[in-house]
Nanobody, 125 residues
């Protein structure tokens, strides 16, 4: 059973920073591509960023490119999403996800089999 637990969300002013963490309870975490998605009220869940198993490939949505940084520490079974220069439009519930696959589209919801419960990020103007 693979479980994902996010943390690090909260309330921050525009221009501020937060770092989200996602701890994965799986022996094979180091083999899983990881992704972050977000869902704002009344909107569909959307892709934010993804990272390959060895950090060799990292992808970002255009809306966060240059402001967010995704990384992972396989020794700690943890993925991190550093979010800087936050904007009110970044307000959403953020979800991490893991995939047992290595090929496919990292930006698609369907690529991922395992999901966390989400953490709220609120950016005030």
């Amino acid at each position: 059973q693979v479980q994902l637990v996010e943390s690090g969300g909260g309330l921050v002013q525009a221009g501020g920073s937060l770092r989200l963490s996602c701890v994965v309870s799986a022996r094979t975490f180091s083999a899983y591509p990881m992704g972050w998605f977000r869902q704002a009220p009344g909107k569909e869940r959307e892709f934010v960023a993804a990272i390959s198993w060895n950090s060799g490939a990292i992808y970002y949505a255009d809306s966060v490119k240059g402001r967010f940084t995704l990384s992972r520490d396989n020794a700690k079974n943890t993925a991190y999403l550093q979010m800087d220069s936050l904007k009110p439009e970044d307000t959403a519930v953020y979800y991490c996800a893991a995939s047992p696959n290595h090929s496919g589209s990292y930006n698609l919801l369907s690529f991922y089999d395992y999901w966390g419960q989400g953490t709220q990020v609120t950016v005030s103007s």
